[in-house]
């Protein structure tokens, strides 16, 4: 062998071989990203960022930067139901979102959007940290392999916003009001004797001041960023809807997180949900103050009628859901216990 091509052979010979003895441990060490998906803005006025931030802070004392966590707010990897079906196949890990949008491949999840089922966050949270959230969330897995996370908090429940003075169910009757396209929304507010009326949100605004609806249906949060209080001057607070936030990570996504760093990662997730649920009740509290002061006056929806109106929902729209999704029964079963 040539002097040269001796000397090239064992230069290879010897980077084959340190190659091999630093592989395992570069492999050891080499940080493990997760994709997550947002549909709100990466601030303090979005629910999704204030459950992410202290999510990524507890991860970051309990696993330092073994998991790197590259954050997509405002829709950045697409409409929501385009990520669920990328979260399913692994193409992004993980979603922050409405429990509304993973009821397009589970069903059974509809009916946490169904009027009056809850009465406070904290109804939903003990309902569904009792029992309710580990049956939802086998049957998402059952039906996609994803996992749901955590169960956390929007920052106030769904209520009703008019240009003219709302107070009780008389005077909401035939009163056009802009609520979202689904089949719960729209029976809701039949239920009650309104005109529901699908809009998109971003239409919203113009519409109330054409007059081709005198109102809507949103939480607090959203009232102020769409600046609706310029073109209503009401609330009534009917509190109808109590939607619960939800974390998902995708089969693939949680198959990459080594088994000796899960507890660490389950438990940044618990934490941070403590942590999201109180902040979120005080940033409710806060827009309604104000939006008060803006010159918005709250009615709150009397406790009567508030139970008349559960009950009308209850025979004619949770019975006839439980009916056509017979694993929710004892759900609903246990979500009245919890009341």
Not at 78 to 84: F, S, T
Not at 136 to 143: E, G, H, N, T, V
Request: a positive charge; charged letters at 20%.
């Amino acid at each position: 062998m040539h002097r040269a091509s001796r000397r090239r052979f064992l230069t290879s010979a010897s980077a084959t071989a340190l190659g091999a003895s630093v592989l395992p441990a570069a492999r050891a060490q080499a940080t493990l990203n997760l994709r997550i998906s947002s549909s709100m803005s990466a601030d303090q006025n979005a629910a999704h960022y204030i459950w992410f931030q202290r999510f990524q802070s507890n991860l970051d004392k309990g696993v330092g930067t073994k998991i790197k966590l590259d954050y997509f707010p405002d829709s950045q990897l697409g409409k929501e139901a385009d990520v669920v079906q990328q979260v399913k196949v692994g193409s992004i890990d993980m979603m922050i979102t409405g429990s509304s949008i993973w009821a397009t491949v589970a069903p059974e999840w509809g009916m946490l959007d169904l009027g009056y089922v809850f009465d406070s966050y904290n109804h939903v949270a003990k309902a569904l940290d009792g029992g309710v959230g580990e049956s939802l969330s086998k049957i998402l897995y059952d039906r996609t392999s994803c996992t749901c996370l955590t169960w956390a908090s929007h920052f106030s429940a769904r209520s009703v916003y008019a240009k003219k003075e709302i107070k009780n169910l008389a005077e909401v009757k035939g009163v056009k009001l802009r609520v979202l396209p689904t089949p719960a929304f729209i029976e809701t507010f039949k239920i009650m004797g309104a005109v529901p009326t699908p809009i998109p949100i971003n239409e919203l605004y113009t519409a109330l001041q054409t007059g081709v609806v005198e109102g809507f249906e949103h939480d607090l949060g959203s009232v102020l960023s769409y600046k609706l209080y310029e073109v209503t001057k009401y609330g009534w607070l009917t509190e109808h809807l109590f939607s619960p936030m939800v974390v998902v990570i995708g089969k693939r996504g949680m198959d990459k997180i080594p088994a000796d760093l899960k507890p660490a990662f389950m438990k940044a997730v618990a934490d941070a949900t403590v942590y999201q649920r109180a902040t979120a009740a005080d940033k409710g509290a806060a827009a309604q103050a104000e939006l008060k002061k803006l010159g918005i006056g709250f009615n709150p929806m009397l406790p009567a009628e508030r139970e008349k109106v559960r009950g009308e929902m209850q025979t004619q729209l949770w019975a006839s859901f439980a009916k056509e999704n017979p694993p929710t029964k004892p759900l609903f079963d246990q979500i009245a216990a919890a009341r």
